[in-house]
């Protein structure tokens, strides 16, 4: 197996500029695919969150008034590095998070597009003249909000952070970056970046440490403007509740649960191959993945065995072998699917595929789990309702267009859903009444650099990508001049 040793990357809390160690001493970051310590990071803590809330606030009168035109000048300068340290992004990626080297590489690659499509739009930030009344002039003018406090999970560790740190500073906003705990080396490189182009000290920081006493500074802070998270719905709510209390601007992107329908006059082959790349995609560890599969009665019978002839073929190893799959992020992440299994098949499940522990050999020492194939899942087992964040596709069937839209929506979740069907009525119909703020008719990419990302109900609110991302990092100033 080809093996590597980690790139260099920085360990260290990056604030106003500088590179600090952190006053909590040190934390292992773990390869999910060895259990080996990669790096020991730096950890901080409310003292370092208070000096960046300092340093993004001192620089931001100077970032908000630079000419849009030369914010996107630094900020494609970094796409460029980006570009052109592309491997060395992946495999740090590769190593820390486990997925594949081709899956890294993507996400980087989106974090290129991201930026570049960010800084365009950054100077199409455009307000209103609205009409007035005579010896009136009235003004809509869009301003950056200010200083921006960002916390991200370990899925995409790198394209969770670019998604919010470019349309902020794109906007003209500054920012502090709280990444997690399990994947702080692709911050980090990232930040290298950030550096090496020249951008002004205080306009990106990174803060390292324990969670509780970083967040409650981001979500607290008079001088912080806007919260924006993605992580799981019980951390989103417990920081929206602590962001009340300075009434600060909030986006919210947390978990999903996305029901993936099969009608009958589908294209059964196009449904299948798109079910299998969607939920291998990073293990199934993504907040879209596909994880209630409902299927057609007329259909399940064929469908079962295409899925599970389709699955035989997904491979799973260390992310640096490129297979299809790589491990779980760790223990934890590999006891929840194997509890969400075991108390399916304790109710009457049936496991088609898979269904163990990968412990053997090359796998021994990594967080694996054999893609898995169950059926015959029922309301009162707690795959039905629970985010699963792994490689398990349960299968349910249905007879009725109306009953599977109401069973689809019978989640407190709303993020991803999706549908395969070549009946243009079904189309129409199911794809309004899905509850979810991101609807795939035939297709599962949904996340593009222009197109809005975001959940309804308990996934959250506010929307990143596009120009509804840009507006997340605005405000709203009403101006009337009387002549
Ligand atoms: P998580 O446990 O909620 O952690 C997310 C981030 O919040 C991490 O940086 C974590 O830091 C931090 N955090 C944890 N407790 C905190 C607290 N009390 N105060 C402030 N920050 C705190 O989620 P995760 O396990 O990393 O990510 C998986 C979840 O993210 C899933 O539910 C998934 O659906 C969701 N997700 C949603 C989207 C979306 O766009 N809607 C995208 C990707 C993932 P530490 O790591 O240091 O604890």
Redesign the pocket.
Request: glycine share 18%; charged share 20%; hydrophobic share 35%.
């Given at each position: 197996m080809a093996r590597t040793d980690l790139p260099n990357v920085e360990t260290r809390l990056y604030i106003n500029g500088q590179w600090l160690d952190g006053s909590e001493g040190t934390k292992a970051v773990i390869d999910p695919a060895t259990g080996k310590t990669l790096a020991k990071i730096q950890q901080g803590g409310k003292a370092e969150a208070l000096k960046a809330v300092e340093a993004a606030n001192a620089a931001f009168p100077k970032w908000t008034a630079t000419p849009p035109d030369k914010r996107a000048a630094l900020m494609n300068k970094v796409a460029d590095l980006i570009d052109e340290e592309k491997d060395r992004l992946a495999t740090i990626m590769t190593m820390e998070q486990g997925k594949p080297l081709k899956q890294a590489l993507a996400e980087i690659q989106t974090n290129v597009e991201n930026l570049r499509w960010n800084a365009a739009e950054g100077q199409r930030i455009y307000g209103d003249i609205i009409p007035a009344p005579p010896g009136y002039q009235w003004l809509a003018e869009k301003q950056a909000i200010g200083v921006v406090g960002a916390?991200?999970?370990?899925?995409?560790p790198s394209n969770?952070i670019v998604r919010k740190i470019a349309p902020a500073i794109a906007a003209g906003c500054t920012v502090i970056l709280?990444?997690?705990?399990?994947t702080p080396l692709s911050a980090l490189a990232l930040m290298e970046l950030f550096d090496k182009a020249g951008f002004p000290a205080g306009v990106v920081n990174v803060v390292l440490g324990k969670?509780?006493p970083?967040?409650e500074v981001l979500s607290t802070s008079d001088d912080v403007q806007k919260l924006t998270?993605?992580?799981?719905?019980?951390?989103g709510k417990?920081?929206n509740e602590q962001a009340a209390t300075t009434l600060k601007k909030v986006s919210m992107?947390?978990?999903?649960h996305a029901p993936f329908i099969i009608f009958p006059d589908a294209d059964l082959e196009q449904a299948v191959e798109s079910l299998i790349a969607a939920k291998f995609r990073n293990n199934g560890q993504?907040?879209t993945s596909p994880n209630r599969i409902f299927i057609h009665e007329e259909v399940k019978e064929k469908v079962s065995n295409m899925i599970v002839e389709q699955i035989k073929e997904v491979t799973v190893g260390n992310g640096l072998d490129d297979p299809t799959t790589g491990p779980l992020i760790n223990k934890s992440g590999l006891e929840k699917v194997a509890e969400q299994i075991q108390d399916a098949t304790d109710k009457g499940a049936k496991i088609l595929f898979g269904g163990k522990q990968l412990t053997e050999g090359d796998y021994a020492d990594g967080f694996f789990f054999e893609p898995t194939v169950i059926d015959g899942i029922t309301t009162d087992m707690d795959i039905y309702y629970e985010?699963t964040?792994g490689p398990v596709i349960p299968l349910i069937s249905f007879t009725d267009e109306e009953e599977v839209i109401k069973a689809a929506n019978d989640t407190p979740f709303g993020?991803a859903s999706y549908f395969f069907s070549d009946n243009i009525h079904t189309i129409n119909n199911v794809s309004k009444k899905l509850a979810y703020g991101m609807v795939g008719v035939n297709d599962v990419a949904i996340s593009h650099s222009a197109t809005p990302?975001?959940?309804v109900k308990h996934?959250?609110f506010g929307r990143?990508n596009g120009a509804y991302g840009v507006e997340e990092y605005i405000t709203v100033k009403f101006v009337t001049i009387k002549a």
């Open positions: 916390i991200t999970p370990w899925n995409f969770m709280k990444p997690s705990s399990e969670s509780k970083i967040g998270f993605t992580g799981s719905t019980e951390v417990l920081l992107e947390l978990g999903g993504v907040c985010e964040f993020l990302f975001g959940g996934s959250g990143e």
